[in-house]
């Protein structure tokens, strides 16, 4: 991977131009192409698979007239009042006619129709109207509402008090305020300090927005086809404008640290985004895996911010390691620190200096007492993570909202007059297929509702028109987020099995109010193999980056304790309100889905400091072998960079508390509360204490445990073989076309060299030797396969690292064997087919006029008596023939390399020595001919090109010096 982004990050240093227009084309065409859509988001807290869930799209199909989402007009008169006397009932059924005509609106029940449930209150001063409606929540249209509520002055001029209420009026919507421009402000203020520069502040900054833009783009197109709730782009904006801003200051933080110890700056940008991006990706990929893993618990509304997200995740990195280095490449030099700047002197700094920077002082203090350092992080921590094991999930409600709302003001006069269960009423579907005496049977149906603990009342039976399926309304007498009327939910579910075998008439319950039950109880049932998939996985993935046993381990307890932190704090504010009048919160459940959300994204965002401290500290002891020089070297060496990077994310989050709603401002306090504990206290204090304590059995993995995980190179040691390869192909480039030093190609059990050559271009290479020794010499030269040991290099290319190019380089053809039978097919055809492959599209209308051209050259170097015919199966041609054509076929490809091989010797000397004159006039003077044959050519002939001759069977490696080769 290292390698990989080294030359990302060196071709968008050497074209920033390039890449910049790039990314204003996207920014441009996604968010304007997703303004331009119109799309918009609705809040659907719908669940497929669920009773509830089930029941609804029933109704839908048999009982449409309940189906559709609904909503409560409720009016209340003066003290000593009754709504059943004028003026007030005319003006009641006068609301009650004209809101059924209001488009959208299925009907509207009155309440003192015969069917009303619980309408009227107990002391005759509140009336509830039920209003229905045609479509579900997500569809019905705001001009429905405000149609509705237009209607309100039938009520006041009556002199009655009017509300409104239902989750089509519940104000879930999320905007963006100008607060969280502060914490923008205030990352740009970290910044300038981390660095000391406005120009190098400025850029992590810059593409952190190009990449917000894109993504909310992409999230308002999505919006247009899909349903996408209205906190979704806010997640993502902040989510992505965190990692954003902390990955471009990774990257740019090495960058200036490598030009203040005097590397060339196109270098260091290319060595940056290769080394501090290698761990971008990393971490960066552990967010989104994190944040996909939401798609398995199954909940729409869910998955599409886990998907939101972690696509700003994925375009943050993409911004980081090309826009970031494009940006590098315009600045230039002007990033490089001055000399004796603070900057400067951090990188450079001497050797015993007095006063040694304040990571190293601090890190220095916490592993001389680490025992002490491990129970107070874990004491401190527990302390807060205590209000965590009293967490309670609800879905919002009316009782959520502002006091003065247009739900709350509802939620609140329903509750006073009619009790806090008829806010959220609970509808029974009743098959009644199987029955005959229908009317009877739904009358025992709700007695037997009746006598379940914590109903108020039950509506009368009401078939639809085919009697097939029948209704009835239960209002609770506890509130729709008390644990009471869940347990009541599930008590009515449970009497479905007795009333099927009584009256065979199964029953669901639906309603809003058991979609939130269904929910709450799915996400509770999903959390802890959640945390345990996370978890599992933040193991699995920190032993293949540290080959280590315990490293992943004390990370993931490291995780949880931030992670029960982020809930203690979360619960005692937003559950139990403390200090809840200054941040705004209406005390209450914890909202069903933030517990998944805060430890995926939490998750990510651990590891991410976890990578940038640890990684350093095992580079050091991998090249020391000292753990305690490990611990203080490579945490001073990253502590600067993670302080920043934690304070920019928690202005970041922090800024979305003040005025964001019941949704984003408890995911991002409790993102806000989960980095700085993350941060600061594990992975700065009980990380660096924890490894003291172990000291090199920290860094303990089994051996085959190692050899079965894969290695993840972040700390950039391919990248430095790399290098080391490219400037040492580089000097050997000059003269030489091919250069091998000490190498040795093979497979399993068989070796061959070690082989030290250096070939001129235009050069004819005769190897010689056994046909398995050949092939594997040519596809190492060639780049299928790696060397077992050694260097080379084709064209200025090293081994393997530039495989893929010397690929390219490189043609190969098999021209010989007796035994071709198998192959079917004419020369021409071959020649066609093979310049389809390998040439550019441009080309392709050229490709036969170009077959017939090289034919006229096979035709033309064999002459007389030896002409082969087009449409000649290659299989029909005499062994010179042949071969001459097929090295034809390779020639074609224009590479300057051609690798050939004979399988059998030619029978006749002179054959053979006419085969190497044809091959000398037919490949153009710069193209280099290797070329394989069982045993040395007998008779040379004059070329005029130099002829190098190498016989394998003096180089292949005997099975005893294997070791001595992969030593």
Request: net charge neutral; with cysteine; hydrophobic share 50%.
């Amino acid at each position: 991977m290292a390698t990989l982004l080294y030359r990302l990050g060196r071709f968008s240093f050497r074209h920033p131009w390039r890449m910049i227009a790039v990314w204003l084309i996207l920014m441009i065409g996604i968010l304007g192409g997703g303004v331009a859509l119109g799309g918009k988001t609705n809040d659907s807290f719908a669940i497929p698979g669920t009773e509830s869930q089930n029941a609804i799209d029933r109704l839908a199909a048999v009982f449409p007239s309940a189906a559709g989402a609904s909503a409560q007009i409720v009016m209340t008169v003066p003290d000593g009042a009754s709504v059943e006397k004028e003026p007030y009932r005319s003006a009641i059924d006068d609301l009650v006619a004209r809101a059924a005509k209001v488009s959208g609106v299925d009907n509207a029940s009155s309440p003192f129709g015969k069917y009303s449930s619980d309408a009227i209150s107990a002391n005759k001063t509140a009336a509830i109207v039920q209003v229905q409606f045609t479509h579900q929540q997500s569809d019905v249209t705001p001009k429905s509402l405000a149609d509705l509520k237009s209607l309100s002055h039938i009520a006041t001029d009556a002199g009655m008090k009017i509300g409104y209420g239902g989750s089509v009026y519940q104000d879930t919507s999320v905007s963006i305020s100008p607060t969280e421009g502060i914490g923008v402000i205030f990352a740009g203020i970290v910044l300038f300090i981390a660095f000391g520069s406005l120009l190098a502040a400025g850029m992590p900054l810059l593409t952190a927005i190009v990449g917000i833009g894109v993504t909310i783009g992409g999230v308002l197109a999505a919006s247009k086809f899909l349903v996408i709730g209205s906190s979704t782009p806010l997640l993502a904006l902040m989510i992505g404008l965190a990692v954003g801003i902390d990955y471009g200051l990774f990257i740019l933080s090495r960058h200036r640290n490598q030009l203040a110890q005097g590397m060339t700056v196109e270098e260091s940008a290319a060595t940056a985004v290769a080394t501090a991006g290698s761990a971008v990706v990393f971490a960066g990929g552990t967010v989104i895996i994190a944040l996909l893993g939401l798609l398995v618990v199954g909940i729409p509304f869910l998955s599409a911010m886990g998907v939101a997200a972690a696509a700003g995740v994925l375009v943050a990195i993409f911004a980081s390691t090309t826009l970031l280095p494009a940006l590098l490449g315009l600045a230039g030099r002007r990033l490089i620190p001055k000399p004796g700047s603070r900057a400067f002197l951090r990188v450079n700094a001497v050797e015993g200096a007095i006063r040694k920077p304040l990571g190293e002082r601090w890190v220095t203090r916490v592993i001389r007492r680490p025992i002490i350092a491990v129970v107070a992080v874990v004491g401190l921590l527990g302390i807060v993570a205590i209000p965590a094991f009293s967490l309670e999930l609800a879905l919002p409600s009316g009782a959520s909202e502002p006091v003065g709302s247009t739900t709350r003001t509802s939620y609140d006069m329903i509750e006073k007059g009619f009790g806090p269960g008829r806010n959220g009423p609970l509808i029974v579907l009743v098959d009644i297929t199987q029955t005959t005496a229908i009317m009877p049977d739904l009358a025992a149906i709700r007695a037997d509702l009746q006598k379940l603990p914590d109903v108020s009342y039950v509506s009368q039976g009401l078939p639809n028109a085919t009697f097939d399926t029948a209704i009835l309304q239960v209002i609770p007498s506890s509130a729709p987020t008390s644990p009471t009327t869940t347990a009541l939910v599930n008590e009515i579910r449970g009497l479905s099995k007795t009333v099927d075998q009584k009256w065979h008439t199964p029953l669901q319950v639906t309603g809003a109010t058991a979609v939130q039950i269904d929910i709450s109880q799915r996400l509770n049932s999903a959390l802890l193999p959640f945390g345990l998939i996370v978890v599992g996985l933040s193991i699995l993935l920190l032993m293949m980056v540290f080959r280590s046993v315990f490293v992943p381990i004390k990370a993931a307890i490291g995780f949880l304790l931030s992670v029960f932190t982020s809930f203690g704090v979360v619960v005692a504010i937003f559950q139990w309100g403390w200090f809840s009048d200054a941040l705004g919160v209406i005390p209450g459940p914890i909202l069903s889905f933030l517990p998944i959300l805060l430890m995926a994204v939490l998750f990510g965002l651990a590891m991410d400091y976890e990578v940038f401290l640890v990684s350093g500290m095992r580079e050091t002891f991998v090249h020391t072998g000292d753990a305690k020089k490990a611990i203080v070297k490579g945490f001073s060496g990253a502590a600067r960079v993670v302080t920043a990077a934690a304070l920019i994310m928690f202005f970041v989050f922090a800024s979305f508390i003040p005025d964001g709603a019941g949704i984003i401002k408890a995911m991002a306090l409790g993102l806000a509360v989960g980095i700085l504990a993350d941060a600061f206290l594990v992975r700065m204090t009980l990380v660096p204490a924890a490894m003291a304590l172990l000291g090199r059995a920290a860094w303990w993995m089994p051996k085959w445990l190692g050899r079965i995980l894969p290695n993840v190179d972040i700390e950039g040691e391919k990248l430095r073989e790399h290098r080391d390869a490219v400037s040492w192909a580089s000097g050997q480039c000059a003269g030489q076309i091919i250069t091998t030093s000490g190498l040795v190609a093979g497979s399993g059990r068989r070796l061959v060299g070690p082989l030290t050559l250096g070939i001129a271009p235009g050069a004819l290479v005769l190897v010689s030797g056994q046909g398995a020794d050949r092939r594997l010499l040519a596809a190492t030269l060639s780049g299928r396969l790696d060397a077992v040991a050694g260097r080379a290099q084709v064209g200025g290319h090293p081994l393997p690292s530039e495989s893929a190019s010397v690929v390219r380089l490189v043609a190969l053809e098999d021209i010989g064997g007796t035994d071709r039978a198998e192959v079917r097919v004419g020369i021409a055809e071959l020649l066609v087919e093979r310049l389809r492959l390998t040439q550019p599209w441009y080309r392709a209308f050229a490709v036969r006029r170009r077959a017939r051209t090289w034919l006229a050259r096979v035709d033309a170097v064999l002459g007389d008596g030896h002409s082969i015919p087009g449409r000649a199966g290659i299989e029909q041609l005499p062994q010179l023939e042949r071969a001459v054509a097929l090295a034809a076929v390779a020639l074609a490809e224009h590479t300057p390399v051609v690798m050939l091989d004979l399988l059998d010797a030619f029978a006749d000397p002179t054959d053979e020595a006419e085969f190497l004159r044809a091959l000398d006039r037919l490949a153009p003077a710069t193209t280099t001919i290797v070329l394989g044959t069982p045993v040395a050519p007998r008779r040379t002939p004059a070329l005029s090109r130099e002829v190098v001759n190498l016989d394998l069977d003096d180089l292949r490696l005997s099975v005893l010096d294997r070791k001595d080769a992969l030593a």
